[in-house]
C-alpha cells in the first residue's frame, strides 16, 4: 500500500499538468480563429476591389473589344468553328 500512496500524488501531478497543457492549446486555437476572423472579410473586400478596379481599366482603355475577340478566336479553335 506504500506503493500506491507513493505513485499517487504522481500521477495526479502529471494529470493536472496535462489537462493544464490541454485546456491552454486549445483556447490558444480559439484565441486565435477569433483574431483571424475579420481578416477574411478584409482580404476579400480588398481582392474585390482589385478586380473592380481591372475591370474598370479594361473598359476605360477600351480593351474589352480586344480581349472578347481574342478569348472568341481562342474558343473556336479550340473547338473548331
Not at 486565435?32 to 482603355?61: K, N, P, Q, S
Request: net charge neutral; hydrophobic share 45%; proline share 1%.
Amino acid at each position: 500500500m506504500t506503493v500506491t500512496k507513493n505513485l499517487e500524488p504522481e500521477t495526479s501531478v502529471k494529470a493536472e499538468r496535462t489537462v493544464r497543457k490541454w485546456a491552454a492549446t486549445v483556447s490558444s486555437r480559439m484565441r486565435g480563429r477569433e483574431r483571424d476572423a475579420g481578416a477574411g472579410f478584409v482580404e476579400y473586400a480588398g481582392l474585390m476591389i482589385l478586380i473592380a478596379g481591372i475591370f474598370t481599366l479594361i473598359d476605360g482603355l477600351g480593351l474589352d473589344g480586344l480581349i472578347s475577340g481574342a478569348i472568341l478566336d481562342a474558343v473556336n479553335q479550340v473547338i473548331g468553328g
